[in-house]
């Protein structure tokens, strides 16, 4: 069934919401104890629900939660652990909090391992290699600080297809690689900022309302729709500790040792094998929830969004907004071309690499590289 519509679940709920029937008054959000049925008592709780209802009225943007292992944590903190504390949780409750911290952690564990043989068994022996076959160009096809092409030419076809097959050595090509690897990583880093930005612009829980008035269920679908309409302050810098920081973390480590990688690559082959075996890695937090979460979880997840506050309707607002974002698009795009150059320039795979000297001779050694038989021809062992 389709997701209802943010204002739809808006409307839904103020009609739904009436001062009586929201969970009972909890004296600084620490407990969830039973409202004093004093005239004072009431007026407060009513004041708290006018401006919670307001909150809800005008959250009508959604940005959605990922079904995948960062997505189930987020759903236990918002969702599951306040029923927790309420001490109105049922069994299934229960065990999705221990198996999504269960699943959540060897997730972590994996990623880590992950990065750590990345490096270790991947990336410096990789340097290694193609440091190794720069150092055996340099001793035998440089004479007097600068690149021979006759001595070059004197080496054997085995060191030539070495030194001319390594990544570095293909400039333009490795370039775009890199530019794809890196642009990847980048769509990872607006993802976590989107959502940092918008948990972090949520509205603050009115004080004293219980914690579970977090998140909300459109009553008028039959489907479970959890919408995050705010958070308390607590929440925001749990989440900000135990899914945003290692989610920079792990994207900033992944980018930079996956970049030193592929450019390592001793050959062409190696580079586009490589950049796929990176591909991989980055989704194996969505292969995980995908094929250990029960499916209902799943669409629990799918069906879960934050409900972001709505812009004021502007119309010189609205375009000032539009501008701001192509603004912010140049700036990421002019960012990762100038973030692949530098990586490029700057690589600690091969210090003082002459790639003007090496092109000089791999460039027409290159081009000499033609197959005996071009597709259509099938006369070309055939002696004259």
Same mark, same amino acid.
């Given at each position: 069934m389709p997701r209802s519509s943010p204002r739809e679940f808006a409307k839904a709920a103020e009609d739904a919401q009436a001062p009586n029937e929201a969970p009972k008054l909890s004296p600084g959000g620490e407990g969830y104890e039973k409202l004093d049925q004093t005239p004072e008592a009431v007026e407060v709780l009513e004041k708290l629900m006018s401006e919670y209802n307001e909150i809800i009225g005008n959250a009508t943007r959604v940005e959605d939660v990922a079904a995948d292992c960062w997505g189930a944590l987020f759903f236990v903190i918002v969702h599951d652990l306040p029923q927790l504390l309420s001490?109105?949780?049922?069994? #299934?409750?229960?065990? &999705?909090?221990?198996? /999504?911290? =269960? #699943? %959540? /952690?060897?997730?972590?564990?994996?990623?880590?391992?992950?990065?750590?043989?990345?490096?270790?068994?991947?990336?410096?022996?990789?340097?290694?290699?193609?440091?190794? =076959?720069?150092?055996? %160009?340099?001793?035998?096809?440089?004479?007097?600080?600068?690149? $021979? #092409?006759?001595?070059?030419?004197?080496?054997? $076809?085995?060191?030539?297809?070495?030194?001319?097959? @390594?990544?570095?050595?293909?400039?333009?090509?490795? &370039?775009?690689?890199?530019?794809?690897?890196?642009?990847?990583?980048?769509?990872?880093?607006?993802?976590?900022?989107?959502?940092l930005k918008e948990t972090l612009a949520m509205p603050i829980l009115p004080a004293g309302l219980d914690r579970r008035l977090m998140v909300r269920d459109n009553p008028e679908t039959p489907e479970k729709e959890v919408y995050v309409v705010c958070m308390t302050t607590r929440v925001k810098v749990i989440l900000c500790i135990l899914i945003f920081t290692p989610k920079v973390v792990i994207a900033v480590f992944l980018m930079a040792a996956g970049s030193l990688w592929l450019l390592a690559a001793e050959k062409i082959t190696d580079l586009i094998l490589n950049s796929l075996a990176l591909a991989f890695v980055t989704q194996i937090d969505e292969l995980i929830c995908q094929v250990f979460f029960p499916p209902f979880f799943i669409q629990d997840l799918a069906n879960m969004a934050i409900a972001c506050q709505e812009y004021e309707h502007n119309s010189a607002l609205q375009a000032? &907004?539009? @501008?701001?974002? %192509?603004?912010?698009?140049?700036?990421?795009?002019? $960012?990762?071309?100038?973030? #692949?150059?530098l990586a490029i320039r700057f690589q600690p795979v091969i210090p003082d690499y002459h790639g003007t000297d090496v092109a000089t001779v791999c460039f027409p050694y290159l081009e000499s590289q033609v197959p005996w038989c071009l597709p259509g021809q099938v006369d070309c062992f055939i002696e004259s």
């Open positions: 001490g109105d949780i049922d069994l #299934v409750g229960k065990v &999705r909090i221990v198996f /999504s911290l =269960v #699943v %959540f /952690s060897i997730n972590l564990l994996i990623q880590g391992t992950l990065l750590y043989f990345i490096c270790k068994l991947l990336m410096l022996p990789s340097m290694l290699a193609a440091q190794n =076959v720069y150092r055996d %160009f340099s001793d035998k096809a440089f004479s007097d600080g600068s690149v $021979s #092409v006759e001595l070059f030419d004197s080496m054997s $076809s085995v060191h030539k297809g070495d030194i001319c097959g @390594l990544a570095l050595s293909q400039a333009l090509f490795v &370039r775009v690689i890199i530019f794809l690897w890196i642009t990847t990583n980048v769509s990872e880093f607006k993802d976590i900022y989107t959502k000032a &907004r539009q @501008l701001k974002s %192509f603004a912010y698009s140049s700036l990421v795009l002019v $960012s990762t071309i100038l973030v #692949v150059e």
